[in-house]
């Protein structure tokens, strides 16, 4: 991971996170809440795999994710391990708090692994 890429991540709440449209094609991009770990992001689609970018994700997996200045384009690989879906969501509460996590994120069956490598 670049100097860059951890610097523009440090002390960031949300990162921009683009991905390409399953039905249209077109680019569309929201603001997504995020955790990171080693070399990675992770990041939980609010309704789990019921997430219209989720969706997108599983049949086109380059995305981009960008905050402070800072864009990469990278691979996203989809989880569904109900363990390491829970290993990423607890280090969601202890990045936002349980209460924020737990009344934002109804469903958490899948995450989100972005490599920033």
Same mark, same amino acid.
């Given at each position: 991971m670049?100097?860059?890429?951890? %610097?523009?991540? %440090?002390g960031a709440s949300e990162v /921009?996170?683009?991905v390409t449209g399953r039905k249209t094609g077109r680019q569309i991009s929201r603001p997504v809440w995020f955790v &990171? /770990? %080693? /070399? *990675?992001? =992770?990041l939980v689609p609010i309704t789990g795999s019921? *997430? &219209?970018w989720y969706k997108n994700v599983r049949q086109t997996p380059m995305v981009q994710v960008a905050t402070n200045g800072m864009?990469?384009?990278?691979?996203?690989?989809?989880?569904?391990?109900?363990?390491?879906?829970?290993?990423?969501? &607890?280090? =969601?509460?202890?990045?936002?708090? *349980?209460?924020?996590v737990d009344s934002h994120y109804p469903?958490?069956?899948?995450?989100? &692994?972005v490599s920033l490598m």
């Amino acid at each position: 991971m670049t100097k860059a890429v951890r %610097e523009a991540l %440090e002390g960031a709440s949300e990162v /921009e996170l683009t991905v390409t449209g399953r039905k249209t094609g077109r680019q569309i991009s929201r603001p997504v809440w995020f955790v &990171q /770990e %080693e /070399e *990675s992001v =992770f990041l939980v689609p609010i309704t789990g795999s019921d *997430s &219209q970018w989720y969706k997108n994700v599983r049949q086109t997996p380059m995305v981009q994710v960008a905050t402070n200045g800072m864009k990469l384009n990278s691979s996203a690989t989809p989880i569904t391990d109900a363990d390491r879906v829970n290993h990423v969501v &607890q280090m =969601f509460r202890d990045k936002y708090g *349980s209460d924020q996590v737990d009344s934002h994120y109804p469903k958490h069956d899948v995450a989100v &692994q972005v490599s920033l490598m």
